[in-house]
């Protein structure tokens, strides 16, 4: 009884020190990745999976437009897996007043092609050049620059409003983790 009180004492004791050492310091925390709730993107400049440019007021609906950034349709399978996930989320968001969308980095032919096999049912959007990406402070800078997988962003998802305001933003770390869609 009595070791078992002082083990549980010394845990005790111990445990917020082996917390606050597990802590990165200060320069090991990693720079925030993407806008802050309250940054405004009010250009677009997206191409939709049939080639045609959009602007956010023609993808937003009355509360505004959830903007998922996903590496790539055509080789990650965790950005596959969520936007077969998302399928889940299209019908309440727009019962709600959102409209979904996913942008990539991908060509609009091979998203065009994606959402048809997968029967995806809101927008595939195109991002070829990135502009998008790196207008919300996306980009994954850690990508060798001129490698196929130059110019991919961080996952995340982005609520914003018909103006263009950043609501809220959804992000996990790492990129095999996404937010699951109850969530969303």
């Known amino acids: 009884m009595i070791r078992t009180l002082l ?4 845990l005790a004791l111990t445990a917020p020190f082996a917390f606050a050492q597990s802590m990165p310091m200060a320069d090991e925390v990693p720079a925030h990745i993407g806008p802050a709730v309250g940054d405004t993107f009010p250009d677009f400049a997206a191409v939709s999976s049939d080639g045609t440019p959009v602007t956010l007021a ?9 903007m998922v950034f996903s590496r790539s ?11 077969i996930d998302l399928k889940d989320a299209e019908t309440p968001l727009s019962g709600m007043g959102w409209n979904l969308n996913l942008i990539t980095y991908d060509a609009p032919d091979v998203l065009a092609a994606y959402g048809v096999e997968h029967e995806i049912p809101y927008e595939l959007l195109s ?12 980009r994954n800078t850690e990508v060798p620059a001129g490698s196929r997988y130059d110019g991919i962003p961080h996952p995340a998802i982005i609520f914003l409003s018909p103006e263009g305001e950043v609501l809220s933003m959804l992000r996990e770390e ?11």
């Open 7 to 10: 083990a549980a004492s010394a």
């Open 58 to 66: 023609e993808l937003s609906a009355a509360n505004g437009v959830v």
């Open 73 to 83: 349709l055509d080789w990650c399978p965790f950005c596959q897996a969520q936007s």
């Open 127 to 138: 991002d070829t050049g990135s502009a998008m990406i790196d207008e919300f402070g996306l």
């Open 174 to 184: 790492g990129f095999q983790t996404r937010p699951p869609v109850e969530l969303i």
